[in-house]
């Protein structure tokens, strides 16, 4: 290890640090007819895609998604089954996500919560409006093609500032606020739900409702990448410039540590910051446009502890 300017060894660390919201001081709820009417728009398209996912691939399976979905879809079949009385989807579902729905205005944000709202009443709507159409009846294709839409459906509405209902306000807030892989944890609740629902209607179907699940969770990962971590470390010449964009960018901070090359053996900075995944390309683009000759190394991180900021959701 070299030494450094000011006479000690080792490497020198600087903090980037950065203005972030006050405690207590959260973002005014605002609404644009532009950009709001299109998330409106996107939020109908995944409302119809679910409601049809539902009357098509769940029911023609007598799977159950998990979460207020599949309870709802639980507490339906226990009724009909064994009281041989018929429920509308609506009338269970609504009240089921109402403890959801305090959460999102209590700890996520209103606007989010009034879109997850619109999206939550449209699927109910729409599922007892939309009639029943078998498209095969093979068990295991549902469970996997209905888990790819059912992902598909939830990553559109979490793309547009809103979520399905039910458990996705309890992930969406253990992995925005306490940084923790929430919908890995939704998926182990959901398999109380399928437990219960194994008891009382069969094991196969609730086995085949794990497959269900776990393709739509995967979906998830993939196309909805804003709650998941990059960590980047940037081995430049230009260490300020490259901390500063990252600042502009993505509002993380970054440490500029001090090392030495092994090959030509001269001094070079490593630039260390931890970036949400959805915007780890932007960050990546424009540091490249500070310094093209950077070398950047990109590594998916899977747990964080501490501070890590996250636009709060209006």
Not at 32 to 60: P, Y
Not at 86 to 104: K, R, S, W
Not at 265 to 273: I, L, N, T
Request: aromatic share 12%; charged share 20%; net charge positive.
């Amino acid at each position: 290890m070299r030494r450094t300017r000011n006479g000690r060894q080792g490497r020198q660390e600087k903090n980037i640090r950065l203005r972030r919201p006050e405690k207590g001081k959260g973002i005014a709820m605002k609404f644009s007819w532009k950009e709001d009417g299109k998330a409106l728009i996107l939020i109908g398209v995944a409302s119809f895609i679910m409601a049809l996912n539902i009357k098509t691939f769940v029911r023609t399976g007598d799977l159950f998604p998990g979460g207020a979905t599949g309870l709802t879809v639980l507490v339906q079949r226990f009724f009909a089954e064994y009281m041989n009385i018929q429920i509308p989807y609506t009338i269970i579902n609504l009240p089921l996500n109402a403890f959801p729905v305090y959460v999102g205005f209590r700890f996520i944000g209103k606007k989010f919560t009034i879109f997850s709202l619109v999206m939550i009443m449209l699927t109910s709507f729409l599922t007892d409006l939309i009639p029943s159409y078998p498209i095969t009846y093979d068990v295991l294709l549902i469970s996997v093609f209905g888990g790819i839409i059912n992902g598909t459906a939830i990553s559109l509405c979490l793309r547009a500032g809103a979520t399905s209902g039910g458990t996705d306000f309890i992930a969406i807030y253990l992995s925005e606020k306490k940084q923790m892989d929430g919908w890995n944890i939704v998926l182990g609740i959901n398999a109380v739900i399928l437990c219960a629902a194994g008891l009382l209607f069969g094991w196969d179907k609730a086995l085949y409702s794990i497959i269900f699940q776990y393709v739509s969770t995967q979906i998830l990962h993939i196309l909805y990448q804003k709650s998941q971590q990059e960590t980047l470390f940037i081995i430049t010449n230009k260490p300020e410039e490259v901390a500063a964009r990252i600042s502009e960018v993505s509002h993380h901070g970054a440490t500029i540590m001090e090392g030495e090359g092994s090959y030509e053996h001269v001094r070079r900075y490593v630039v260390y910051s931890v970036v949400a995944r959805a915007e780890s390309r932007r960050v990546i683009n424009t540091v490249k446009e500070a310094d093209p000759a950077a070398f950047i190394n990109s590594i998916r991180t899977d747990h964080l502890h501490g501070r890590f900021y996250s636009k709060p959701r209006e």
